[in-house]
């Protein structure tokens, strides 16, 4: 399957997807690590993506996303948004309702 | 980049914006923004972030590796701060 294609088919077919730097086990920029701390906390499962391994992910995700940084977190096939995103969510209270997939 | 060349790539894409910029880690390159526009009051919070982005344009990821990212409309800013 084409990149394009396969990160559509990822988003669409994960509830909840998390493309990152570095894994959920391993982070590796402070800005991904602060939204898997969040989505721990929350204790949701979710697919994480590591654009580390290949850097044509995140050009491609950009493009679909119109979002240009890393991470990006998907909820129900829809860009929620990055790191700063997360964060306002978590402390307004309004991010549980979103994760929120059963 | 400088701090003010920030402010005013998102000040020149968002003509009524107020703009503070930061630059976090004294290299030019990871900033923080707190941007106050009327323009974002029918936006979500997705699209108000979209908006900055776009102001700045090519030079993000490239110039500007990080920009963490406060939006307010001024409704918002005046309850913050009251």
Redesign the interface.
């Known amino acids: 399957m084409e990149l394009s294609e396969q990160i559509k088919t990822d988003i669409s077919q994960n509830p909840i997807i998390l493309y990152m730097k570095g894994t959920k086990e391993m982070p590796m920029c402070g800005?991904s690590n602060q939204v898997v701390q969040i989505l721990t906390h929350y204790g949701v499962d979710y697919k994480d993506v590591n654009i580390l391994e290949d850097p044509e992910i995140r050009t491609k995700l950009?493009e679909e996303s119109?979002?240009?940084?890393i991470p990006q977190l998907f909820v129900k096939g829809k860009?929620?948004?990055?790191?700063?995103?997360a964060m306002?969510?978590h402390q307004k209270g309004e991010l549980l309702d979103i994760l929120d997939i059963s | 980049m400088e701090p003010n060349e920030l402010k005013a790539l998102i000040e020149k894409g968002i003509t009524d914006a107020k703009v503070e910029v930061v630059d976090t880690t004294g290299t030019k390159d990871h900033f923080s923004a707190v941007v106050i526009s009327k323009s974002f009051e029918k936006l979500s919070l997705v699209e108000q972030h979209q908006s900055v982005y776009k102001a700045v344009g090519a030079f993000m990821t490239k110039e500007v590796h990080a920009l963490q990212l406060k939006t307010y409309t001024p409704k918002k800013w005046a309850e913050q701060n009251s």
């Open positions: 800005f950009s119109g979002w240009p940084t860009l929620i948004g990055g790191a700063d995103i306002e969510l």
